[in-house]
């Protein structure tokens, strides 16, 4: 029986998942196995050729999954956020860590059983940046991705890892071994920055005040944000987020120089998004309300990184500034989303 070819999705009904899942199926160039811990919703399950709902760490399942199909790329976006994990780092670190893990394993045989690379697409974060404080956050402005590794929370510690670990998988593994070695798993990284979709809302990120006073306001509820009004940190709009993981998929090996890669494409204040979204519907009230301990958080990412090893080698060039994300994609769709009936 022949195995079915297709692009592996996991985390397939989370943010990315959803917005991965539609711009794949829009392209038709690909079919889609998408896993999740949960079941679709159908109007995302029926954009796949196959869904199926299990753990990432459970072995027998990957095992499973390799038996009925060819996988030719890997997305593996199935991760537990920054805010949500450190009320369960251990459980956090098996999901993030263990569960990579597994899927770098998987990935690794089922380039030796097709006798070519399998592209491993690996949402990291900036997350695994840590500045030590305010005036250091300040002062570093836009930050290169080999600086300031110093990350404070489980996700982010287990996001540097996980990059750590995908090139040990492209370029060592078994290096002492007397047959196999490395080869197979072409694995390649982008640090994203806080993401906005019009049409899902994150769950369990730290990031998440600036999606979630949107939605909101939209709905004409009030808001408390959870961070101070000049907090700064770097967004992206969900459709350019997608696009730079097709990119960096598509780009020629050869002119890729790292495997991790930085992109940005503006860094707002959460007073700046407030005012956006408060002139767009005066109906929501959004007052500040900061959190000590997620504020400690978000002040510990830059607020901004430096992406121009992505533009030079693959050519990232985000297509929404932060009047564009708001004026043609965020506004427009989220109002249809929630407009009555
Ligand atoms: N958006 C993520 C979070 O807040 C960061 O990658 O956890």
Known sequence: MARKPVVLVTGAGGEMGHGLIHRLA????????????????????????AVRIGDILDRHLLDRLRSEFEISVVFHLAAL??????????????VNVQGTLGLLRLALEEARSLGQPVKFLFPSSMAVYGLPDLAAKRAAGRVAEDRWLDPITMYGCN?????????????????????????????????FPGLISAFTLPSGGTSDYAPEMLHAAAQGRPYACFVREDTRLPFMAMPDAIGALLALMEAPGESLTTLV??????????????????????????AFAPDPRRQAIVDSWPEDVDDARARRDWGFRPAHDLGRAFGEYLLPNVRRRYAGP
Request: charge should be neutral.
């Open 261 to 286: 890669y930085n992109v940005g494409a503006f860094s707002p204040s959460a007073g700046e998004i407030a005012d956006l979204v408060r002139a767009a519907f005066p109906a929501g009230h959004i």
């Open 26 to 49: 829009d392209l038709g160039a690909f079919d889609v196995l998408a896993l999740d811990v949960r079941g679709l919703e159908p109007g995302l399950a029926r954009r796949c050729a």
């Open 159 to 191: 996001k540097l890892y996980c990059e750590h670990l995908g090139r040990y998988f492209a370029r060592h593994y078994r290096q002492l071994a007397a047959q196999g070695g490395p080869g197979g798993v072409d694995f390649r990284a982008i640090r």
């Open 81 to 94: 956020l920054s805010t949500r994990a450190e009320f369960i780092p251990e459980t956090a670190h098996e």
